[in-house]
Nanobody
Framework: VQLQAFGGGLVQTGGSLRLSCAASGRTSRTFTMSWFRQAPGKEREFVAAVFRDTGRAYYGDSVKGRFTISKDNARATVYLEMRSLKPEDTAVYYC???????????????????WGRGTQVTVSS
């Protein structure tokens, strides 16, 4: 499975961005698709996850109400719509995928076998 993320960039506080992550290869293994982020000097942080069959979405506390994860199964693509962006959202955002994960595992980066290269999001104050 290969994952390729798009859509990062520079935006002002309060602005919006949409990230995309396209999966290729054995996409049947991308049952759980998620976004993580990592700021300089910090650990990788869970942002959001979506299950391919139900479309059920889960969010990290710091992004609830501002970010929306969605999927397009036909295109094997997951999106992250980010609104009301804050400087603390500045990070490299990574797309990750794996098979069916239990709910308590989706926030753990170590559970994912497949990762994209990351895309930089910078929010200026």
């Amino acid at each position: 499975v290969q994952l390729q993320a798009f859509g990062g960039g520079l935006v002002q506080t309060g602005g919006s961005l949409r990230l995309s992550c396209a999966a290729s290869g054995r996409t049947s293994r991308t049952f759980t698709m998620s976004w993580f982020r990592q700021a300089p000097g910090k650990e990788r942080e869970f942002v959001a996850a979506v299950f391919r069959d139900t479309g059920r979405a889960y969010y990290g506390d710091s992004v609830k109400g501002r970010f929306t994860i969605s999927k397009d199964n036909a295109r094997a693509t997951v999106y992250l719509e980010m609104r009301s962006l804050k400087p603390e959202d500045t990070a490299v955002y990574y797309c990750a995928a794996d098979g069916r994960l239990i709910l308590s595992s989706i926030i753990s980066s170590s559970q994912y076998d497949y990762w994209g290269r990351g895309t930089q999001v910078t929010v200026s104050s």
